[in-house]
């Protein structure tokens, strides 16, 4: 039985690659003046997306400051802002992330979203993608003080939900906090396979998708 599923927010129902893109050409209209000439976009594109990485780079502006040709360099302060004043309110959603929840909703399953990260940056992600409306609970780590994997996160959003965690399913990207966390508090996780790749020294791999669409799978259809 499956009473709810509980969400990662970036790189789960976020698309990484498209946001990037995305937030590309918002950098690239800003600064332009500032830097010389690039020979194609997707040059700047893959700059950008190496340096935000996983999504857990806290060097990333610095990287950008190191790496781009700059011919009047902003500091590595000024990029940052930019980041986090422009990136959340482009954030791209998976294809498939509307779809896969409206069947979920359809089916009579709770949903509720466990994200680590700022307030008002992942608030405004989860506007951008019109997706807020699915989700019966939405803890963000630094509303509540807490961040994943410790259990504590997640108990308050199963504690919201009303739901017992042996029926609750989480999906997301990354193997410790979302995965191990997770089933640490009873939970069964589902690994959304994206750019993270699973560490061979940990828990064994749980059910693994590579879209979101495929979390259908192990949740039984109302009949």
Same mark, same amino acid.
């Given at each position: 039985m499956v009473d709810a599923i509980l969400f990662d927010l970036d790189n789960t129902l976020t698309d990484r690659v498209a946001s990037v893109r995305a937030y =590309? /050409? &918002?950098?690239?209209?800003?600064?332009?003046?500032?830097?010389?000439?690039?020979?194609? *976009? +997707?040059?700047?594109?893959? !700059?950008?997306?190496?340096?935000?990485?996983?999504?857990?780079? =806290? /060097? &990333?502006?610095?990287?950008?400051?190191?790496?781009?040709?700059?011919?009047?360099?902003? *500091? +590595?302060?000024?990029?940052? !802002?930019?980041?986090l004043d422009v990136f959340p309110g482009v954030t791209a959603a998976r294809a498939d992330a509307k779809s896969t929840l409206t069947v979920l909703r359809d089916r009579g399953v709770q949903m509720g979203l466990? !994200?680590?990260?700022?307030?008002?940056?992942?608030?405004?992600?989860?506007?951008?993608?019109?997706?807020?409306?699915?989700?019966?609970?939405?803890?963000?780590?630094?509303?509540?003080?807490?961040?994943?994997?410790?259990?504590?996160?997640?108990?308050?959003?199963?504690?919201?939900?009303?739901?017992?965690?042996?029926?609750?399913?989480?999906?997301?990207d990354h193997p410790e906090n979302d995965v191990v966390g997770a089933q640490r508090v009873g939970m069964r996780a589902v690994w959304i396979s994206s750019s993270q790749r699973w560490p061979v020294d940990t828990v064994p791999k749980p059910p693994t998708i590579t879209e979101l669409i495929q979390v259908l799978a192990h949740v039984p259809a109302a009949t």
């Open positions: =590309a /050409q &918002r950098f690239a209209s800003h600064f332009d003046p500032r830097l010389a000439p690039i020979d194609e *976009s +997707s040059v700047l594109c893959d !700059t950008i997306m190496r340096a935000y990485g996983e999504g857990y780079n =806290a /060097q &990333r502006a610095d990287d950008l400051n190191r790496s781009l040709p700059w011919l009047d360099q902003p *500091s +590595s302060a000024e990029i940052a !802002t930019h980041w466990v !994200t680590n990260g700022g307030a008002e940056v992942q608030r405004t992600k989860i506007a951008c993608m019109k997706l807020g409306g699915y989700f019966g609970s939405v803890i963000i780590s630094a509303e509540v003080g807490v961040s994943k994997p410790d259990p504590a996160i997640f108990r308050l959003a199963l504690a919201e939900l009303g739901v017992e965690a042996v029926n609750t399913i989480f999906v997301g």
